[in-house]
């Protein structure tokens, strides 16, 4: 299915309409609606309550049209996204302007078949009186989906080399640069991606990925993404009902991948740096060691508490290598903590940021989009608790209390302080569908960072 064919510029073609209803404005729309359109709307049950929708007849067979009751504003992309799969194959008119509902409408199409075939009955295309918004809600919609694949793929056909072939289809699209650190290389200048990836299978074995875009002379931005395709816990292993999501852990690097993605296709004025630091946390005979203590690219020394609190060690190095650089800023995703999900649920990522002015713009974006952050501190009063009794900090503190703001504080530890930096723990994964949003992976915090890297640079 293409994006691209389900939203095509209205131009009077013959479509079927769409009423979109608030709650309150029900009585008096069905009492404006002809005989037959409330004999259908009585024969559904239908009260007027957000959510209830119908078909309704018209003069002819084919002349009939379909109502939604939805309290959601027209700026909210799932104010009538429900609607792509409930209605069958064919050309559709929203009686009023869509706005930003286009999203919704064609996320809510999406399906993830890469394991049996697709059961849909054909496209439901949406007529748009905005062309001009089409090029890029289709790309939207294609990196939200692309995202929602690689999460949803199994870790047997999404290891470190699997993401390292996005990459590299990423870059060829685009014309950008691909360099992959791996083996000895990767052991001397990024100890700890090495360590935790290194008791993976021999195909699986852990790297460094990254791609880099545009002018030289442009503002240097780093995108940096956990790549974990798939976490055991290593020696520290997690019970079974912790694995069962584990595929999810390379939500960071599809999330990494998907904005990349968006600023190189609209040619953003930047020089864009993407790092994901790949691995499979395994267990074996070689697998790292609680108590080992790591060197870092950075050269702190850390002490390994815990092996499953390898996402921050692999995005250490991996931010490290990014202020080498010398970025302008410095936003980074990962599937990080539970806590993060004890804390704000599966549907809201926390924020943490250095920068009070990025951090305003990330939320006021994502209140704006319908891609809602949540903003964190980083509370200096918690930092003493990553200290060691060993090494220069331990990779989780004991006790597990404020263990996002821990691992962010962690996490910045490897980023240099006069660089904006933001990071976002995402869940990655939807436990239950709602409207356009179906159960499994998805995107969050995602369109709210490119619409800040499209207003910081001056372009759309």
């Known amino acids: 299915m293409k994006y691209a064919d389900l939203l095509q510029p209205d131009r009077g073609q013959p479509a079927r309409g769409i009423h979109v209803v608030k709650p309150g404005e029900w009585t008096g729309w069905l009492t404006a609606q002809p005989a037959r ?108 989906a692309l995202v929602r694949d690689l999460v949803n793929t199994p870790a047997s056909d999404m290891g470190p080399a699997d993401i390292e072939a996005q990459a590299e289809t990423l870059a060829n699209r685009h014309g950008a640069q691909l360099t992959v650190t791996r083996g ?54 997690k019970p079974a009902a912790g694995m069962k999501l584990m595929k999810k852990d390379m939500g960071g690097a599809a999330h990494a991948l998907a904005l990349a993605g968006l600023v190189m296709a609209a040619e953003l004025p930047v020089r864009l740096h993407l790092l994901i630091p790949a691995v499979e946390n395994s267990i074996a005979g070689n697998a790292f060691r609680p108590g080992d203590v790591l060197r870092t690219r950075l050269g702190l020394t850390v002490e390994n508490t815990n092996t499953d609190a390898e996402g921050r060690l692999i995005l ?30 599966p549907d809201l990522p926390p924020l943490f940021s250095n920068d009070d002015a990025l951090a305003e713009a990330l939320l006021a974006a994502g209140a704006a989009l319908g891609d809602p952050l949540w903003r964190m501190p980083l509370w200096n009063g918690y930092d003493a608790d990553l200290k060691s009794d060993v090494a220069d900090l331990v990779n989780a503190p004991e006790g597990g209390m404020a263990g996002a703001i821990t691992a962010a504080l962690f996490l910045r530890r490897f980023v240099p302080k ?6 976002m723990d995402v869940f990655a994964w939807r436990p239950a569908a709602r409207a356009g949003r179906p159960k499994g992976g998805d995107a969050f915090g995602l369109r709210a960072a490119f619409q800040v890297l499209k207003d910081r640079y001056g372009r759309g």
């Open 37 to 144: 359109a409330r004999a259908a709307v009585a024969a559904h049950g239908l009260t007027g309550k957000p959510g209830d929708k119908a078909m309704l007849p018209g003069d002819g067979t084919e002349d009939w049209s379909a109502v939604l009751v939805c309290d959601d504003p027209p700026s909210s992309p799932w104010r009538f996204a429900s609607m792509g799969g409930f209605l069958p194959a064919g050309n559709y008119r929203l009686a009023g302007d869509p706005g930003a509902g286009v999203l919704g409408w064609l996320l809510g199409q999406y399906r993830f078949n890469r394991y049996k075939p697709a059961s849909d009955a054909g496209p439901r295309i949406l007529l748009t009186p905005d062309p001009a918004r089409i090029a890029e809600t289709v790309r939207l919609a294609e990196a939200t």
């Open 184 to 237: 000895d290389p990767l052991a001397i200048g990024y100890p700890m991606i090495h360590a935790v990836g290194m008791a993976a299978a021999k195909d699986r074995h852990p790297r460094l990925i990254e791609l880099e875009w545009g002018d030289p002379a442009h503002a240097r931005v780093a995108i940096v993404g956990k790549g974990v395709s798939f976490d055991t816990g290593g020696l520290d292993i």
């Open 316 to 345: 250490g190095d991996a931010l490290t290598k990014a202020g080498e650089d010398k970025p302008e800023l410095i936003l980074d995703y990962a599937t990080l903590t539970g806590a993060a999900r004890v804390a704000l649920g």
């Open 418 to 423: 006069d660089v904006a930096w933001a990071h």
